[in-house]
């Protein structure tokens, strides 16, 4: 834990974070919170599969607790969520930063029975961070090398990964898919 964020803020945030999860529809109600905050954003998740996304988050929003708590496993998966948010992958723009984040605070608001504006401000503490650091990411990234270190992480179904991810050409998908079995 560094000192930037402290061990109560960690707590609540922490502490909430489980209710919310104990509570049904959490992450559906987030995302349907997010997307109608902005028409761009419902665009880029016209096809999401929310199943799949709801988990996502949910280990997304795990690591981005423990985020910079010297645990080089979850920096390193916000490392790979940073450079998946970048200009040249999903393009994240910055300022939908803070729909993400109020989303996620009225989300707990309905979903956590005991929220309150000491538990909020402890979440934006906490995040603050991790959201700094993925956004700061946008204009970095996307060379073929950390397409490659992608996929070697990503395993194991590499080519609807690289389609998803990298948004790359059918050719280099292949070539990308191929040198990655044989470094396996
Ligand atoms: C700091 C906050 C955020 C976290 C922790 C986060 C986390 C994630 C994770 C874990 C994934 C799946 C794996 C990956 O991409 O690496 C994902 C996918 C995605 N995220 Fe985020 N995200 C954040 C902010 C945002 C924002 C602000 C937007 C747009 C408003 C956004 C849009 C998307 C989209 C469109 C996908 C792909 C959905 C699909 O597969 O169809 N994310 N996010």
Redesign the pocket.
Known sequence: MTATITKAAYDLANDSFGRCCNSDGFFDSFYSI?RASNPD?AR??A??DFTK?NE??R???DL?LMYDHDNDAANQIMA??RM??SRHR?D?KPE??H??IDSLMVACEKHDANFTSDIENAWREVLAK??DY?KSGYNEGAGKSECLSYLHWLDPDLEAVAR?WCGLSKSIRDELVAKVRAAN
């Open positions: 997010l954003i880029m998740f096809r999401t996304q996502l988050l280990v997304g929003l981005m790979k969520i998946s948010h999903l994240v939908f930063y729909n993400w991790g959201i993925i998803q």
